[in-house]
T-cell receptor, first 111, second 113 residues
Framework: QQKVQQSPESLSVPEGGMASFNCTSS?????YFWWYRQHSGEGPKALM?????GDKKEGRFTAHLNKASLHVSLHIRDSQPSDSALYFC???????????FGKGTSLTVIP | AQTIHQWPVAEIKAVGSPLSLGCTIK??????LYWYWQATGGTLQQLFY??????VESVVQLNLSASRPKDDQFILSTEKLLLSHSGFYLC????????????FGPGTRLTVL
C-alpha cells in the first residue's frame, strides 16, 4: 500500500494562475513532510519543508500541513512556464532514515 | 562547483552482468547519504540510507547492495543484473538538523537488456 498518496496525477494551469497539489499519508508516525520538484532528466530539488501544523510561505510557494488529517498541500501562485515539472510530496517519521514519496503530480503551465 | 557527483551518467548492461554505481559528495562533513530508484516518470523508491561511514541500512530488497567506504562516497552494486533493475538511480545527501531536505545528484540512467 502506498503510504503517501498524491492528487491530482496531472494538472494544467495558465501562466499566472494558481497550481495546487495535495498529499495524504496513511501513517501517523510521519512527522516530517517536504515538497520536491523534478524537471525532466534531472534529480529532484527540494521546494519546501513543513513540520508544524499551519501554513508556510516562501515566495510564490505556500505549503499547508494538517497532522490530524495527515494532509499536506502545496500552492504555487503566479505560475510560470518554468514551473512545469513533476512535483512530489515526501514524508518521513524521523527526518533522516526512511523516506516515502508520492507518485507525483505532473504540472504543465500553458503560456 | 557541484557538491554531488554521480557516475557513470548512463549505462547499458546485459542481464546477469555486474553493476557498480558511484556517488561522491564534496565539501560536506558527515552527510546522511541515500540511494533511490525511479522508473521513467514514476515515484522515487528509497533503496538504502547511511548515517555514518561503514554502516548502510537497506530499505527494500531488490537484489542490490550498497556500501559507504568513505565519508564522502556511496556505492551501489549488484553481481547479477535483472531486467527490472532498469531505471534512473539517484544519490542524495542531507545534513543533521534544520530542514533535513535532501539534495539529489544528476542521476545515472541504467538500461538492462
Amino acid at each position: 500500500q502506498q503510504k503517501v498518496q498524491q492528487s491530482p496525477e496531472s494538472l494544467s494551469v495558465p501562466e499566472g494562475g494558481m497550481a495546487s497539489f495535495n498529499c495524504t499519508s496513511s501513517d501517523r508516525n510521519f512527522q516530517y513532510f517536504w515538497w520536491y520538484r523534478q524537471h525532466s532528466g534531472e534529480g529532484p530539488k527540494a521546494l519546501m519543508s513543513i513540520f508544524s501544523d499551519g501554513d508556510k510561505k516562501e515566495g510564490r510557494f505556500t505549503a499547508h500541513l494538517n497532522k490530524a488529517s495527515l494532509h499536506v498541500s502545496l500552492h504555487i501562485r503566479d505560475s510560470q512556464p518554468s514551473d512545469s515539472a513533476l512535483y512530489f510530496c515526501a514524508a518521513s517519521p524521523t527526518g533522516y532514515q526512511n523516506f516515502y514519496f508520492g507518485k507525483g503530480t505532473s504540472l504543465t503551465v500553458i503560456p | 562547483a557541484q557538491t554531488i557527483h554521480q557516475w557513470p551518467v548512463a549505462e547499458i548492461k546485459a542481464v546477469g552482468s555486474p553493476l557498480s554505481l558511484g556517488c561522491t559528495i564534496k565539501g560536506k562533513s558527515s552527510p546522511n547519504l541515500y540511494w533511490y530508484w525511479q522508473a521513467t516518470g514514476g515515484t522515487l523508491q528509497q533503496l538504502f540510507y547511511s548515517i555514518t561511514v561503514g554502516q548502510v541500512e537497506s530499505v527494500v530488497q531488490l537484489n542490490l547492495s550498497a556500501s559507504r567506504p568513505k565519508d564522502d562516497q556511496f556505492i551501489l552494486s549488484t553481481e547479477k543484473l535483472l531486467l527490472s533493475h532498469s531505471g534512473f538511480y539517484l544519490c542524495a545527501w542531507s545534513l543533521w538538523g534544520s530542514s533535513y531536505e535532501q539534495y539529489f545528484g544528476p542521476g545515472t540512467r541504467l538500461t538492462v537488456l
